[in-house]
């Protein structure tokens, strides 16, 4: 082990000492719920270095969550760790512009089509919340559509229909789905009415939707790929007639871009699929693990925000230096190590071996990849549309079991990694190497054989 690490080693008082510290102070013994894997629990990580992470006991595992898909140059770049380290030299913390924060907003600008203006945020959940605020502000309308399934974030306003709600929310007649609250705490008799939520990839409920409350939707927001269930893509055509009907009531078109950005190629979805929204989120891969978010958009719209229009959008550690010059350098390293290139051919290999695999231990599944964020849909062949059919096809008992070996015994952090409704996609990264594959696939393989599909209970 580099000395560097070894550092990161605990003998066993202090981390009994650390153990008893996070139990007592620590609620739920961890710094964000997600981090509880369901049916797993939590790890304790003392340190990851690639694509793989070591718990306190020295366990070594392949990561498949990388960050919940920020992490595309994996755990220690060494590109960004020289930035952040150059960037201490001018001031730690400052939070003021510099000539690097432009250079930020015009790299942006090159990559993404929509990115004519760029404001910086902290976390995706911030950027969706001033992204939707613009929209309000613009338009002077109240109403946000938005879709079953997609999350934006923790966002109050929009935390409704997402993957972690306990319930499906009753479908009404003309196809709009009641808002069911993905929290507790959320004021439900004010914020639900301020939303309608739409199947994903059913343009007639769309088209019903804007002509009932066209004249009073602000915008609508989506996943141009919904990646928080899965993946599935938009069928074909779906995001150009989003795109019109939006503008055509005219509403903004909001693409949450903070799990499609930098995945596959610099341009997000909205290169790869050729729309073009009027504001669009980034967070995750923006920073490949350095804590940065953005809203950018069209100028009209972006011009909106103070100082130019009268929309707030600031706070006391937004655009600190750190956050600037380590997203530039993920930025250029992403783009200079050939990162999106390696991760799209990664990506198919993985797609292409885990349906082979699947296939061949007569386990019927649905395989989906975009940019390394690959879904594995276990329990029917058919492709899901939407939340709704993710999770009416969902076999989650044989996914658990599945996962709990490959979590238990096989070395696989967070591969399969199930949720309450629906899976976790698995995260590919640009290190994550053909050996790292292959390993992988065999303990996937070794999983497969030790779990004969029949004789798991079906949902
Ligand atoms: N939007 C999407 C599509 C996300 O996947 C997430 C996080 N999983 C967010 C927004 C929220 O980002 P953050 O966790 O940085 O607040």
């Known amino acids: 082990m580099e000395p560097a690490l070894e550092s990161a080693k605990w003998d066993e008082a202090?981390?009994?000492?650390?153990?008893?510290?996070?139990?007592?102070?620590?609620?739920?013994?961890?710094?964000?719920?997600?981090?509880?894997?369901?049916?797993?629990?939590?790890?304790?990580?003392s340190h990851a270095d690639g694509c793989r992470v070591w718990d306190v006991a020295g366990r070594e595992r392949i990561d498949w969550v990388m960050g919940w898909g920020s992490l595309i140059l994996g755990h220690r770049p060494a590109a960004i760790h020289d930035a952040v380290m150059e960037a201490m030299r001018f001031g730690l913390g400052y939070m003021y512009e510099s000539p690097r924060t432009g250079m930020l907003a015009r790299r942006m600008a090159e990559l993404v089509p929509c990115a004519e203006r760029m404001r910086l945020a902290n976390s995706g959940t911030e950027a969706t919340l001033h992204a939707v605020r613009i929209a309000r502000a613009v338009t002077g309308r109240r109403l946000i559509l938005k879709f079953e399934g997609h999350f934006h974030g923790l966002n109050d306003y929009l935390l409704f229909g997402v993957d972690g709600a306990k319930l499906l929310g009753e479908i009404?007649?003309?196809?709009?789905?009641?808002?069911?609250?993905?929290?507790?705490?959320?004021?439900?008799?004010?914020?639900?009415?301020?939303?309608l939520i739409a199947p994903f990839n059913d343009l007639d409920v769309l088209e019903r939707a804007f002509a009932k409350y066209g004249h009073d939707i602000a915008a609508v927001?989506?996943?141009?790929?919904?990646?928080?269930?899965?993946?599935?893509?938009?069928?074909?055509?779906?995001?150009q007639a989003v795109r019109s009907m939006a503008s055509q009531a005219g509403s903004l078109l909001i693409f949450d871009e903070i799990l499609t950005g930098f995945r596959l190629g610099g341009g997000g979805?909205?290169?790869?699929?050729?729309?073009?929204?009027?504001?669009?989120?980034?967070?995750?891969?923006?920073?490949?693990?350095?804590?940065?978010?953005?809203?950018?958009?069209?100028?009209?719209?972006?011009?909106?925000?103070?100082?130019?229009?009268?929309?707030?959008?600031?706070?006391?550690?937004?655009?600190?230096?750190?956050?600037?010059?380590?997203?530039?350098?993920?930025?250029?390293?992403?783009?200079?190590?050939?990162?999106?290139?390696?991760?799209?051919?990664?990506?198919?290999?993985?797609?292409?071996?885990?349906?082979?695999?699947?296939?061949?231990?007569?386990?019927?599944?649905?395989?989906?990849?975009?940019?390394?964020?690959?879904?594995?849909?276990?329990?029917?062949?058919?492709?899901?549309?939407?939340?709704?059919?993710?999770?009416?096809?969902?076999?989650?008992?044989?996914?658990?079991?599945?996962?709990?070996?490959?979590?238990?015994?096989?070395?696989?952090?967070?591969?399969?990694?199930?949720?309450?409704?629906?899976?976790?996609?698995?995260?590919?990264?640009?290190?994550?190497?053909?050996?790292?594959?292959?390993?992988?696939?065999?303990?996937?393989?070794?999983?497969?054989?030790?779990?004969?599909?029949?004789?798991?209970?079906?949902?």
Request: hydrophobic fraction near 45%.
């Open 269 to 459: 979805a909205q290169g790869k699929f050729g729309v073009v929204p009027d504001l669009a989120c980034f967070g995750k891969a923006m920073g490949c693990g350095i804590p940065v978010a953005a809203v950018c958009g069209k100028a009209a719209y972006m011009d909106a925000l103070s100082p130019v229009g009268s929309v707030e959008m600031a706070g006391t550690n937004t655009g600190r230096q750190l956050a600037v010059s380590g997203a530039l350098a993920a930025l250029d390293a992403m783009e200079s190590s050939g990162a999106w290139h390696r991760l799209a051919v990664a990506n198919d290999r993985v797609v292409a071996a885990c349906r082979a695999l699947l296939q061949r231990h007569g386990v019927p599944a649905y395989v989906e990849g975009f940019g390394g964020r690959i879904g594995v849909h276990i329990g029917s062949e058919q492709r899901p549309r939407n939340f709704r059919e993710v999770v009416a096809r969902w076999n989650r008992d044989y996914h658990v079991s599945l996962y709990r070996k490959l979590h238990d015994t096989l070395g696989l952090f967070g591969f399969l990694l199930p949720l309450g409704p629906c899976p976790e996609p698995i995260t590919l990264s640009a290190v994550h190497s053909d050996q790292d594959i292959d390993t992988t696939l065999d303990r996937f393989e070794t999983a497969l054989r030790a779990t004969p599909y029949q004789t798991a209970r079906m949902p």
């Open 172 to 195: 009404n007649d003309d196809g709009l789905i009641d808002p069911v609250p993905g929290s507790a705490g959320l004021p439900v008799d004010a914020l639900a009415p301020l939303l």
């Open 14 to 45: 202090r981390l009994r000492q650390a153990e008893a510290a996070a139990q007592a102070h620590l609620v739920g013994a961890v710094v964000s719920s997600w981090n509880n894997f369901q049916v797993t629990g939590r790890t304790v990580i």
């Open 221 to 239: 927001i989506m996943e141009p790929v919904a990646l928080n269930v899965g993946c599935i893509a938009p069928e074909p055509g779906y995001l």
